[in-house]
């Protein structure tokens, strides 16, 4: 059984506001939750590790790249 995760961990792991989390879902740029009861939901923590880890990141303020 896949681990399911509240959204609590789900900001912690991403970084991102939970305003942010359901806007980008509904957009389809995030995971849809997955209902746990009446009045709660989850994700799978695989799914939220998988966009975490190939998200494309913005480079740091005043870095500069090779070109």
Same mark, same amino acid.
Do not use: A, D, N, S
């Given at each position: 059984m896949e681990e399911i995760i509240r959204v609590d961990e789900v +900001? =912690? !792991?991403? $970084?991102?506001p939970v305003s942010t /989390?359901? =806007?980008? !879902? *509904? *957009?389809g740029r995030f995971p849809?939750? +997955? %209902? /746990? $009861?009446?009045r709660a939901v989850g994700w799978? =923590?695989?799914e939220v590790k998988e966009w975490a880890d190939n998200r494309p =990141? %913005?480079?740091a303020a005043g870095s500069q790249h090779a070109t």
């Open positions: +900001v =912690r !792991i991403t $970084g991102m /989390l359901y =806007r980008w !879902i *509904e *957009e849809r939750q +997955v %209902k /746990l $009861g009446p799978y =923590r695989r =990141r %913005k480079p």
